[in-house]
C-alpha cells in the first residue's frame, strides 16, 4: 500500500465577503502528481496558501505523511516547495543568487547550498544562464527558475500554482517535461490549474473544483471514458452541442446524418467535455 503524502481534511475558509472553501477533501498518495482543476475564483490558490501556512483555514486539517502541520509547522515548511502564481524572484538579482538566498532562509549549509544548485540548474537546463539576472531572462526560463528555487530544500511536496500561466504553447510543453521529469525524480506533486489540457496530461488524477468545492476526483482516462470515447460537435446556428459515442460506428453515423444539415466535426473525447458537461448540468 503506498503511503499518503498529504491529506486534507473539511477546509474550510471564509474571507468576510465571500466563503472561498466549502469544505474540502482530498488525499494524495505518495510520488502522485495531483491537480486541482477549476475556473478563477474556484478556491484553489486559497488551498495552496494554507498548505503553505501563508493563511489560516478557517476550519479543517491538514496532515503531511500523517502529521497534522498546524501542530508541526516548522517541520511542515521544511517538507513542501512553493511555486506561487507570480513569478516573485529578486529581478535585479542572478539565477544563482535568487537560489542561494532562498538556501540560507531555508538554513542550508553553504556547501549543500552549493551541491543543490549544481544539480538544479543542471536538471532545469540552466546552467548556461547562472550568473544572469533575472530580468535578462525569457519566461520559460523563470519559470523554471521559480520551480528549481521551491525544490533548493529538497522538499517532499511540491506545490505548484498555475505553473504554465501565460506561457507560449511550446514553452508550456517545455514546462511539462519538466515537471515530470521532478516527479520521475520522486517529489509528490499538488498541481493547480485552469486548463483542461494540462491536467489531462500531467495528472495521475485529478479533482475538479468549482466554486470551494471538489465535484468529483478520478483519473483523467477515468473522467473522459465515462463520457464516451467519441465527441460529435454540431454546429448549429448559436450554439454548438457536442453528442458522445461509446462506439465508432455509432459516432459516424450520426456525423452523417447531421452533415447533411450542419457543420460537424468528430473527435476524441477529452478533459474540456467533462468540465463542460459539469457546467451544463450546473445550470
Ligand atoms: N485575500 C482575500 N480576501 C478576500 N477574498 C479573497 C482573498 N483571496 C481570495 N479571495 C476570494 O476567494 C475566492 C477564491 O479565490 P482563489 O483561491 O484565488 O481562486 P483560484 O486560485 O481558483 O482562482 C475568490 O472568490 C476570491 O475572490
Ligand atoms: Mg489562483
Known sequence: MSNIALKIENLVKRYPSVLALKGISFEIKEKELFALLGPNGAGKTTIIRIISGLTQPTSGNIYIFNKSIFNNPIWAKNQIGIVPQTINLDLELSVEENLLIHG????????????????????????????????????????????????????????????????????????????????????????????????????????????????????????????????????????????????????EQELLRYSKKYFVSLRRVNLEDVFLTYMEKKK
Request: glycine share 4%; net charge positive; proline share 3%.
Open 104 to 251: 540560507f532562509l531555508y538554513r542550508m549549509s553553504l556547501d549543500q547550498i552549493k551541491k543543490r544548485i549544481e544539480e538544479l540548474l543542471e536538471l532545469a537546463d540552466l546552467t548556461f544562464r547562472r550568473k544572469s539576472k533575472i530580468k535578462e531572462l525569457s519566461g520559460g526560463m523563470r519559470r523554471r527558475v521559480l520551480i528549481i528555487r521551491a525544490l533548493m530544500h529538497n522538499p517532499k511536496i511540491l506545490l505548484l500554482d498555475e505553473p504554465t500561466v501565460g506561457l507560449d504553447p511550446h514553452i508550456r510543453r517545455k514546462i511539462w517535461s519538466f515537471i515530470k521529469n521532478i516527479q520521475s525524480n520522486g517529489t509528490t506533486i499538488l498541481l493547480t490549474t485552469h486548463y483542461m489540457e494540462e491536467a489531462e496530461i500531467l495528472a495521475d488524477r485529478v479533482a475538479f473544483i468549482f466554486s470551494g468545492k471538489i465535484i468529483d476526483i478520478d483519473t483523467p482516462k477515468n473522467f473522459v471514458n465515462r463520457l464516451g470515447n467519441y465527441a460529435l460537435d454540431v454546429y448549429l446556428q448559436n450554439k454548438t452541442k457536442t453528442f458522445y459515442f461509446k462506439s465508432k460506428d455509432e459516432a
